[in-house]
């Protein structure tokens, strides 16, 4: 083989490299993704883990002081409802994160202001427009899979009984328009 | 019958470059954009949704689900404050005031990112749990030995220590390497 052939095969081979190596960066925040829903268990439905102590091996440097509640989402079956009372006296947030890993909202506990949370969350495209649902907070998904993920401190160890029964009353789940209708006209 | 082997050749050859440097840049390597203060350091891109590609890549490995720097700032560190790697066989004393923040606590891992086992279950220490003296300093344990307070507890082999800051002051976000961070001294080995 000439030094010509030598030159053409080696510079080919980095055009591969510099393709594999783009497109694989694109795409890792999707594969991490993938991986983090898929071992959260059935969509559109709450998750309230237990309390983190040392077998907590899912996610690196998970909060031993923090209650999680996790809900993944897919709204290719329409909209999520997503409701929950915040606990008193403690830190709590909600948060959503698309398919790709970005945090596309975030709301706390003072931000909410003592008020209980009542969220629809639409898919990215379609679905009934913002303005049609009173009294609710209402956000658009970038991606139609993603997660809502709880997050409720344990402040004083005293507390954890009553803050962790606060946060199982939260709940997360395909909207039923029809109730919804319902209970607004009457 | 040779040209079919060599363009092989170059696709997985160039397919192992391609996802190598994608491990050793993102997966393994630092994330772009670190502070640091005193032994502590911190990203403030950890939980932020903007950037380049190769920057929300490196957020997504190194900060998954994490939150913005509004809700909390991570800092973490695996050397004491005189520069030595942080040994579990030894203890090590964390002073100072409460940082700038709605609530903190200072949380060890072992080498491998999960909590350190152990019966008594003090994986952490918190503004709510610590205790202050006249001066409003505290002054928390860190060792493999048991304490019947402001204990962290260890075990044998390297660990890391992550400090996080609910809700801090925004202070905090604007010069993150000038945070009167508690400091940590390394007290006797065994």
């Known amino acids: ?52 102590d040392e077998h907590a091996r899912g996610v690196v440097r998970p909060s031993p002081d923090l209650l999680y509640s996790a809900c993944p989402f897919d709204l290719s079956n329409g909209p999520l ?17 698309d398919n790709n890993t970005n945090n596309f909202f975030a709301l706390n506990d003072r931000q909410i202001g003592g008020q209980p949370l009542e969220l629809i969350i639409l898919p ?44 199982r009353q939260a709940t997360c789940g395909t909207w039923d328009k029809t109730r919804d209708g319902a209970s607004n006209g009457g | 019958m040779k040209t079919a082997l060599k363009i092989l050749a170059v696709l997985a050859i160039g397919t192992a470059l391609g996802l190598g440097a994608t491990w050793l840049f993102v997966i393994r390597g630092a994330m772009p ?13 950890i939980g932020s949704s903007g950037g380049d590609m190769a920057t929300r890549a490196s957020v997504a490995v190194h900060g998954l689900l994490a939150l913005n720097r509004s809700e909390t700032i991570y800092y973490s560190t695996d050397h004491d404050s005189d520069g030595n790697v942080l040994d579990g066989a030894c203890t ?48 928390a344990t860190v060792s493999r030995k048991h304490f019947p307070k402001d204990w962290i507890a260890l075990q044998n ?19 993150p390497a000038h945070v009167a961070l508690p400091t940590l001294k390394k007290v006797s080995c065994s």
């Not at chain 1, 409802?81 to 994160?97: H, L, M």
């Not at chain 2, 954009?33 to 891109?45: A, R, S, Y």
Request: glycine fraction near 6%; aromatic fraction near 10%.
């Open chain 1, 1 to 52: 083989m000439s030094a010509r052939e030598w030159i053409g095969w080696i510079a080919a081979t980095i055009v591969v490299a510099v393709a594999v190596h783009l497109a694989s960066v694109w795409y890792l925040p999707h594969a991490v993704m993938h991986r983090a829903l898929s071992k959260m268990g059935a969509v559109n439905t709450i998750h309230h883990q237990k309390r983190v």
């Open chain 1, 81 to 97: 409802e997503v409701k929950a009372p915040v606990p008193p006296g403690t830190y709590w947030s909600v948060s959503a994160f």
């Open chain 1, 124 to 167: 990215p495209h379609g679905g009934v427009e913002p303005m049609h649902i009173a009294g609710r907070l209402v956000i658009r998904a970038p991606t139609a899979n993603g997660l809502v993920l709880f997050r409720t401190l344990v402040n004083d160890d005293r507390q954890f009984a009553k803050i962790d029964a606060i946060r």
């Open chain 2, 33 to 45: 954009g670190g502070v640091t203060d005193g032994p502590w350091k911190t990203n403030l891109l």
């Open chain 2, 92 to 139: 090590y004393l964390v002073t100072g005031r409460d940082p700038p923040a709605r609530w903190w606590s200072i949380t060890a891992y072992a080498a491998d990112d999960y909590l350190i086992p152990n019966p008594a279950k003090r994986y952490s220490v918190s503004r709510t749990s610590v205790t202050r003296n006249a001066h409003e300093e505290f002054a």
């Open chain 2, 157 to 175: 082999g390297r660990f890391n220590l992550t400090l996080r800051l609910y809700n801090p002051a925004a202070s905090v976000a604007a010069d």
